[in-house]
């Protein structure tokens, strides 16, 4: 079967590689949509975290398809069956998920291998993070979950409110999920800002009141004029860099809440004045990933269209056309989502 393998920085081949075989607790399935994502071109560009993967590793991890084998011991799967999985399941034993914090598992199963003709997931993730894909939505809808999930874990900490107003940074696949997300959640006003009118454009058309490219106009000093000088309620940074991070802290209002959603590149520290906090009390977090029952919302949120992920997707390319893919996505900042199809 033909997968897309990553041997390096920018270096990404489609070659030929063996089918897996599929044992106890494990299915086979046929890879309908793969969708790319942020941290896919991140790695990309600039490669894993070192030590973390062994290169060459098979690349993507948002996928849906049709089962094609199925494991023995496994009882609620039929081959034929739309499925899609998330690219993680917690281990349940260790001491996070003991607390109840899953997505922070010590001993994380990931799953990686979307952009390929057949991908085989393991009992682990079959068990507690792979769900059959409502009638009602297309592999592609399907494929986009990932990103959704995590969305949904960073925004139920978010602390929105009824009638607030929030600021999002960055337009770009993670923040309309979020601008989208926090509208359900109860905001009356959300600004966003990117460098990309497109971008904006698309956000404009997925209910942002207002929009700001930071090209132009400084988004701290038009969050300010938007909210008569006191600054958003909640401020959600979805871009991951250090200065975007800071920013998010001048654009909160006293007693409000900064999510620092983007990773940012590792080893890299911000500076915030302690009279934020401790005059301010501004209440500033992060969030990473998300847990199966994060997975499981979000598919039910696509599928009864409460969010529309149809508008992340800009174009679709072949599974040979990969490398142009990650090309098009670190050259042109218009491209939000692009479908791979094998
Ligand atoms: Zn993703
Ligand atoms: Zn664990």
Redesign the pocket.
Known sequence: MEAALLYGVKNLRVENIDMPEVGLGEILVKVRAATT????VKIFQRGYVSGVIQYPTVFG??WAGDVVKVGEGVSWLKEGMRVRAG?SAPCLRCKMCQKGNYNLCENMMWLWGAYAEYIKAPARIVMLNMQEIPLSITYEEAAVT??LA?VLHGIEKANIKLGDTVAIIGAGPIGLLHLQTAKKMGAEKIMISDLVDERLQVAQELGADETANAKREDPVEKIKRFTDGYGADVVIEAIGLPATWEQALKMVRKGGTVLEFGGCPPGTEITVRTELLHYGEVTMLGTFHATPAHFKKALNLIASGTVKVKPLITRRMKLDEIKDAFEILTTSKSDLKIVIHS
Do not use: K, M
Request: aromatic content about 0%.
């Open positions: 994502c942020g941290t896919d991890h948002e690219n990932e990103p995590c």
